[in-house]
């Protein structure tokens, strides 16, 4: 059984930075490709990462201020978020997916991936 737990929320200042981790246990982590989503109040789509972090998709609305990457021998996904505004306020949750293929058309579907965390809290304050 696959267990996602994330961490590394909390409250920042606009233009502040926060590093969110995402330990996945259970299963053959460096298969598997892992995303990163967010909710207010609809869930979408932040980014995500292939399993051999070769390959990464962001949204357009994070695009050059977030950054996502893993360290397979921590079974880590780590999402550095930078120059933060109060619209990144969220809760955000790290996905996993059993597809072996990394399929950039098909990374910003929640439909996807099959284990999910329970979230941590972003607040960004003006």
């Known amino acids: 059984q696959v267990q996602v737990v994330e961490s590394g929320g909390g409250l920042v200042q606009a233009g502040g930075s926060l590093r969110l981790s995402c330990v996945v246990s259970g299963g053959t982590f460096s298969t598997r490709h892992v995303g990163w989503f967010r909710q207010v109040p609809a869930r979408e789509f932040v980014a995500a990462i292939s399993?051999?972090?070769?390959?990464?998709n962001y949204a357009d609305s994070v695009k050059g201020r977030f950054t996502i990457s893993r360290d397979n021998a921590k079974n880590t996904v780590y999402l550095q978020m930078n120059s933060l505004k109060p619209e990144d306020t969220a809760v955000y949750f790290c996905a996993v997916s059993p597809v072996t293929d990394y399929r950039p058309s098909y990374v910003y579907s929640q439909t996807y991936y099959d284990y999910w965390g329970q979230g941590t809290q972003v607040t960004v304050s003006s």
């Open positions: 399993g051999s972090g070769g390959s990464t």
